[in-house]
């Protein structure tokens, strides 16, 4: 697995020069995001996928899918993004497709991909990658949805057959279209992208949404997402027959401190000291990738050692949530 990432930038240069507002500053409790200055998007992807199959050596031989994940434009308006990063890495036959599932994208792509080769034994392996940029004029990204600070990057990780670096142990998925609209609000439908103009603005939906339901929605509504993400831990922790006391790590997805239930979180055993926080805090989210990146930071930072059990957990809106227990079975060559 590997990663690229665009150059750090801090919230407070941002709050300074009045990019970011320093009440969501304070209130999300991000230190920096990360940005890339050059593009296109989909070379984000290329590059993080290189490094991770020149790390897996001989394992990555022969790919037979190729899933890519994203939710920004990747460059090019009607392209095969996935054929793309596939054509510049690994080559091949292999079946090269998209995950669209916003946040959650790199986690449906995982979940699919485990499902494929198990039920496809003559299949070796699956490369995953995922590649987002916040920028202008698609994005704001310090004001196009509170509580998120949007940055910029690439991640790769291939899943295979043979032994590695680590092991998938469980995955579980679960969706749930109840509160899918809040992405949606009062936005008139459009004929193209960018039809209603840019940036996107999803705190307008949220707030349409909110309107139109009333705010004694609010409550129930985090309330019952909240339940869904533990609810897909759960599940996963049960399939591979543990507790949260046995996890040594957790990724969660970058979202700031406003967004996170964190007592929820501490009430079903998970200390923030033991999550990534600490590195994400100073990424800011990176769309579809915030999991795979996760992991590879905990694994080139050398934090997660052999033997740990690491837990991913993603969402997307619509809204779509996803769990995976990892082991770590070696360390990331030098």
Not at 95 to 110: H, P, Y
Not at 225 to 239: P, R, S, W
Not at 303 to 318: E, F, H, I, N, Q
Request: charge should be negative; glycine fraction near 12%.
């Amino acid at each position: 697995m590997a990663m690229t990432l665009g150059r750090e930038e801090t919230t407070e240069s941002a709050v300074a020069d009045g990019r970011y507002a320093a009440k969501e500053n304070e209130a999300s409790g991000f230190l920096a995001t990360r940005v890339d200055d050059e593009g296109p998007t989909i070379d984000l992807a290329v590059r993080a996928a290189a490094a991770a199959v020149a790390r897996a050596g001989d394992r990555a031989s022969q790919v037979d899918l190729v899933v890519h994940s994203y939710i920004a434009h990747q460059g090019l308006d009607d392209f095969a993004p996935a054929a793309y990063i596939q054509g510049r890495t690994v080559r091949g036959d292999g079946f090269a497709v998209e995950m669209r599932q916003a946040s959650n994208g790199g986690m449906a792509a995982l979940e699919l991909a485990a499902g494929y080769l198990t039920a496809r034994p003559d299949t070796s392996a699956a490369l995953l990658t995922t590649a987002d940029r916040f920028v202008e004029p698609g994005y704001n990204r310090y004001a196009t949805a509170s509580g998120m600070l949007f940055g910029d990057g690439g991640t790769a990780l291939l899943l295979c057959r043979s032994s590695g670096i680590a092991r998938l142990v469980s995955s579980a998925t679960t969706g749930d279209t109840t509160y899918g609209d809040i992405q949606i609000g009062a936005e008139p439908w459009s004929d193209v992208s960018g039809g209603n103009g840019w940036p996107v603005n999803i705190n307008a939906r949220v707030h349409a949404y909110l309107a139109e339901k009333g705010p004694e929605i609010y409550v129930p509504m985090v309330q019952a997402l909240q339940q869904k993400e533990m609810l897909v831990i759960e599940q996963a922790l049960a399939e591979a027959g543990l507790e949260p006391t046995d996890v040594a790590w957790w990724i969660f997805p970058n979202q700031g401190l406003a967004l996170t239930d964190w007592d929820a979180r501490k009430a079903f055993g998970i200390d923030i000291s033991r999550t990534t926080w600490d590195w994400g805090r100073r990424c800011g989210h990176l769309g579809a990738g915030d999991q795979f990146a996760g992991l590879t930071h905990l694994l080139e930072a050398r934090k997660a050692k052999p033997g740990d059990r690491v837990v991913l957990a993603g969402s997307g809106t619509g809204f779509m949530f996803s769990a995976a227990v990892i082991e770590i079975t070696a360390e990331l060559p030098e």
